[in-house]
Each structure stands twice: as structure tokens, then as C-alpha cells.
């Protein structure tokens, strides 16, 4: 007998819901209207159920309802689901419900949102316990930088991330190597263009161009905008 541990999420427009996930390579290996609502996915082993959704219009992601699915390859797994959702939306889609998480290099997880707000994420199974706040083991602004990771990654907080880091800057800017203020001038346009703000992603781009960095820092720094540039041609597709 295998012991097996099956989440069971709301349905929402059940119909809906399932075809979504056959969108993701899911298999729907059951689905019932009467006398209530169950549907039930699976595919390579991650089996999820979707059953009666509470009445009074609350959005799933708002009440928290959602599961980890533990992946070792995680950046093979968003690449396919992109794919996918592209081919059937036109677009990759990025806001509202349902989406799918961008992805930067180095990342241990990302989210799928399906259309009635209930958000599964794909995580690596050795993916560290995050230390809130910055790893002990850095300080000032790289520290900074580490706890905004953490709210952008995993807490999937794109505003709070920004906020720590123009707190950092204010506070450690002056003292800050200048290869940590290039990473969080970069990280602070990535996070202005994944929030749609043009006009501060502008102002970021501007105060970046005149830094002065070496020519090692630099190319750290051109790292980080590789994935603005990424990023952006991923929300282009979006639209």
C-alpha cells in the first residue's frame, strides 16, 4: 500500500478549472457535477482534487488555497508551462487569474494561479529554508538585497521587494560597494517593469547609467539586466 497525500482545492467553473490543467500536461482522471462538484488531475505522480468552491465570490488566492509540487527541475517545468499557456492564450499570461510566475536564473520554485485562484507552487526539494530578513551571513545593502530575493521569489511580493531595497539604498547607499548598489539599481528596474511602472523603471535606468563601476562590476551588473530584458520580452508576450 502506497501512503499518498492528496490536496483537494476549489473547482470554482469546474469545466473551466480542468481544462486548464490539460493545458499543463495534466491528465483529468475525473470529473462530476452531481451531486456536487469533484474533479480530480494527475500527472508524473502530482495528483490534485478540486472540490465544492464557498459561495460569496472570495477569490482562492485571496483565502490562501493551493499546494506544493516538489520538482527537481523546476526551470525545465516553467519553460514547458510558458510554452503551453502561450499556445492556448495567444500570450503568456502574467496578471489576474490564472497566470504563471516569471523565472530568474538561480530561482528553486515558481507559482501557477488556474482561474479561480488557486495557486500551486513548483518547488525544489533541497530548496533552503529562506532567512527572512537576509542570510546572518551578509550585511548592509547585500543583505538587504538577499531578504528582497526572498519577498520577490517566495512571498511573491514584487512591492514589498521594492520597498526594502529603497530603504536599503537609503540607508547603506553611501557606504554600499558599488557593485551592491549596480545589483540593486538593476533589481529595482526589474521589479518597476514586472509591476508595469515605466516611469520609475525609467528613473532607475537613468541613476544606473551614471554609476561608476569597473569593468568587473559592470559585467556582474549586465547580468542582472539580462534579466530585465528577458523579462520584458516575457511581458511583451503577455499582452
Not at 19 to 40: A, H, K, N
Not at 114 to 119: K, V
Not at 140 to 146: E, S
Not at 181 to 206: H, I, K, N, P
Amino acid at each position: 500500500m502506497v501512503n499518498l497525500s492528496v490536496p483537494v482545492l476549489w473547482g470554482g467553473n469546474l469545466p473551466e478549472t480542468l481544462d486548464f490543467y490539460r493545458t499543463l500536461g495534466y491528465e483529468v482522471t475525473s470529473e462530476q457535477t452531481r451531486p456536487y462538484t469533484y474533479g480530480t488531475v494527475e500527472r508524473d505522480g502530482w495528483h490534485v482534487h478540486f472540490g465544492p468552491t464557498p459561495h460569496g465570490g472570495v477569490d482562492a488566492q485571496a483565502a490562501h488555497v493551493g499546494c506544493l509540487v516538489l520538482v527537481e527541475d523546476v526551470e525545465k517545468l516553467h519553460a514547458e508551462f510558458t510554452a503551453a499557456l502561450r499556445a492556448r492564450y495567444g500570450r503568456v499570461p502574467a496578471r489576474g487569474n490564472p497566470r504563471i510566475t516569471r523565472f530568474r536564473p538561480g530561482q528553486t520554485r515558481f507559482t501557477v494561479v488556474d482561474p479561480i485562484g488557486n495557486a500551486i507552487i513548483y518547488i525544489r526539494p533541497d530548496e533552503p529554508d529562506p532567512e527572512y530578513g537576509g542570510a546572518p551571513g551578509l550585511e548592509g545593502l547585500a543583505r538587504v538585497l538577499d531578504n528582497a530575493r526572498i519577498l520577490r521569489d517566495s512571498k511573491l511580493d514584487d512591492k514589498a521587494a521594492a520597498r526594502a531595497i529603497v530603504t536599503g539604498l537609503k540607508r547603506f547607499g553611501a557606504t554600499a560597494p558599488a557593485l551592491d548598489r549596480g545589483r540593486a539599481l538593476a533589481q529595482l528596474l526589474e521589479l518597476a517593469v514586472a509591476t508595469g511602472d515605466a516611469e520609475q523603471a525609467e528613473e532607475w535606468r537613468s541613476q544606473l547609467a551614471v554609476l561608476e563601476l569597473s569593468e568587473a562590476d559592470r559585467a556582474v551588473v549586465a547580468t542582472e539586466l539580462r534579466v530585465v530584458g528577458e523579462l520584458e520580452e516575457w511581458l511583451d508576450a503577455t499582452d
